[in-house]
């Protein structure tokens, strides 16, 4: 069994939407982060990913599984439930994420700086 997803696991104070490296829409970086360790059910992923409302997680996920991402797996025994998991090509995703995560976070006070700098004209 997989650990429960740390709530923590995003900072509120570190928006993702900062960076300007992007995989997918606002949250499907952050969906394949989650899904790093192992499938996940819909429920388990919107506790680290707050203030997610379920028709944008429904979006995201649907766009994921379209671009080969992600799996949908439906058990119907012996209660029905929904996992979501990583296919191998969204598994090959993690480490270009990595760097990028890294890239931002080198260049983190430039960005804000930069974001600043835009919103003061």
Excluded: N
């Excluded at 997680?57 to 599984?65: D, F, G, I, M």
């Excluded at 191998?88 to 976070?105: D, N, T, V, Y």
Aim: proline residues 9%; charged residues 30%; contains cysteine.
């Amino acid at each position: 069994m997989t650990a429960p997803l740390d709530p923590e696991m995003f900072d509120p104070v570190c928006p993702s939407d900062l960076s300007p490296i992007r995989i997918g829409d606002k949250w499907a970086g952050m969906i394949v982060r989650c899904l790093e360790r192992g499938p996940r059910r819909f429920s388990e992923l919107r506790v680290p990913l707050r203030g997610i409302t379920a028709k944008a997680l429904t979006k995201s996920l649907r766009t994921l599984e379209r671009d080969g991402l992600i799996k949908r797996t439906s058990h119907p025994e012996p209660v029905r439930r929904v996992e979501y998991g990583l296919t191998p090509l969204g598994r090959s995703l993690l480490q270009p994420m990595a760097a990028a995560c890294a890239w931002a976070q080198e260049h983190w006070e430039e960005l804000l700086d930069a974001r600043e700098a835009s919103a003061h004209r």
